[in-house]
């Protein structure tokens, strides 16, 4: 029985599961929070032991007749994915970390790296929501909007690794700052944080609204969520807040439709708690913006592999990087 | 000796021409205005004469020892590329026309058929600006926006034939009305058309400016060449409207970038006449908003075959269809 584990390091929780190499089965799931603020050799040693844990709990399970082929490692980027390399991450503050080859010497096991927006991504074609597709493109929505491409099953990485950078696509060229420094990225409007911020500004301009009352009167304690949980309860502002959202977002996903021509559009992270509230209008804009023969063939669903989709990612990597095929 | 004929179908001309096998050497240059108002039948026939035309000339040059392996065509689509099927062409009014059989049947040889913006941008990896790129974008900039994606050298689909659709791209979510219905499209600012509108509103706003003395003071006559002109001639207005220009389509070649991470993006078209007044702010601008890994692999520039990149690419459309590969 031959096995593969895939590690998703995020910059806030690492996740680690070993797979079954037809990813038919998920033993061994482990989740813990990056201890990113102790630099890249503590978390290294963490993901070593997670890998050794989640290993040791599918052997519990399955015997011990248990053949490890590796390690499919998913990262925040830019990487440098031939050789294993992450070159920077703004959340964890690395720099030209080999973190492949370092988790190989840490497990002794062969390793691989891959993006972990694209590794999502081609977890829901291998396993998920977009199985049988030929062009796949995943959004994921949180603190920032990541993205990952997947033609014919496998990652498509542009001439230099960083393809799918979706986040500061300007949808609005004169529009809202960025943190990245430039003006009317969908970032800037579509993000957690930034639907938290249009809901504070239009609350302190005066506009009535539950949501006040939902963080007890303190605008500095407003999230993504409770904005969602306002309009799930029928906030006149809340729901204004989403549906602008889903119209920002619709924007950005018809550009995608356009350009990419995608069969499916996976839509993943925080921002879809919203459910449906956020996904018709969202589907309507896409519909009105994009052309229609792309849009005939397109569907946007939300992801299939809720908080797993970047282990199963890793491990069809892994199986991409060192045997051809997911 | 073998030979392939080039046939790019336009919405005001058809150009056909017929090349060596490796694209060396093309032969029988031939362009005729695309007779569009007389239907299909017509234009069919045409297209049919001039590849004769095109092969009796390369044979007078190269003697009788010439094979024709067969013809591969250019039109706009949508298309069927598999079936050879145009489905819709607005500039012409088609509606379902097996353009590439009526054409093998009308010339007793092979024929494939490829959208006109992919042909032109795998024209430009075979033979011209883009050789030896692994990711290309081509913009051609005219009337409207075309677009076309090349990855490994062949032309990239999509999921329904329609990728590359990226004059419809939106730059400004409540920006202005394009003629497509929606606001904010790249083309409602960049084309040629545009330019035009976005000049003779400010000179309407009574802004000064040299364009009313070039063109009688006809402000129904004044074309994008017109404000090119003015501006190379040094027009304050003309050249604002040239950085506007350059920043509006700064933004879209960004989303490009950002999303497709190619080495080479070729620029195209009519808009090109402006040439560095345009080119140098564009890329300032993609440098400003893209991702800087992305800009760092990405060169910008014009294209290599200005006229023939459509013929180049049919010819080298035909070679991955039927041979595997250009």
């Given at each position: ?111 691989t ?39 014919d099953g496998e ?161 069809a990597s892994f199986k991409v990087q060192r045997w051809g095929r997911a």
């Amino acid at each position: 029985m031959r096995l593969i584990v895939g590690v998703d390091l995020g910059g806030t929780t690492i996740v680690v599961g070993t797979l079954t190499e037809d990813g038919s089965t998920l033993y061994g799931l482990i989740e813990e929070p990056t201890p990113g603020a102790l630099g890249p050799e503590k978390v290294i040693a963490l993901i070593g032991a997670m890998i050794h844990r989640s290993i040791e709990a599918t052997r519990s399970e399955c015997g011990d007749d248990v053949e490890i082929a590796g390690v499919g490692i998913g990262a925040p980027g830019p990487l440098d994915t031939a050789r294993g390399v992450v070159i920077v991450t703004p959340n964890l503050g690395w720099r030209d970390v080999p973190l492949r080859d370092l988790v190989a010497t840490a497990t002794g096991l062969e390793a691989t790296l891959d993006n972990d927006a694209n590794c999502a991504t081609l977890g829901e074609w291998w396993r998920g929501a977009a199985q049988g597709a030929h062009v796949v493109v995943g959004m994921t929505i949180g603190t920032g909007i990541g993205g990952g491409i997947v033609l014919d099953g496998e990652i498509f990485h542009g001439a230099s690794d960083v393809a799918a950078e979706i986040g500061h696509m300007t949808i609005d060229v004169t529009g809202r700052r960025c943190k990245c420094g430039n003006y009317g990225c969908l970032e800037a409007y579509a993000s957690g944080p930034a639907i938290a911020a249009r809901a504070v500004e239009e609350i302190e301009a005066g506009t009535a609204s539950a949501i006040p009352a939902l963080v007890g009167g303190s605008l500095d304690q407003v999230t993504a969520r409770i904005v969602y949980q306002a309009a799930h309860a029928g906030d006149a502002l809340a729901l204004e807040i989403v549906r602008d959202t889903a119209r920002f977002l619709g924007a950005g996903v018809a550009n995608l439709v356009n350009i990419l021509n995608p069969d499916v559009i996976i839509v993943t992270g925080g921002v879809t708690r919203a459910g449906n509230l956020l996904l018709d209008p969202l589907r309507i804009e896409v519909a009105r913006r994009a052309f229609k023969p792309a849009v005939q063939a397109c569907r946007i669903v939300p992801g299939g592999l809720p908080g797993t989709a970047g282990v199963y990612g890793a491990v069809a990597s892994f199986k991409v990087q060192r045997w051809g095929r997911a």
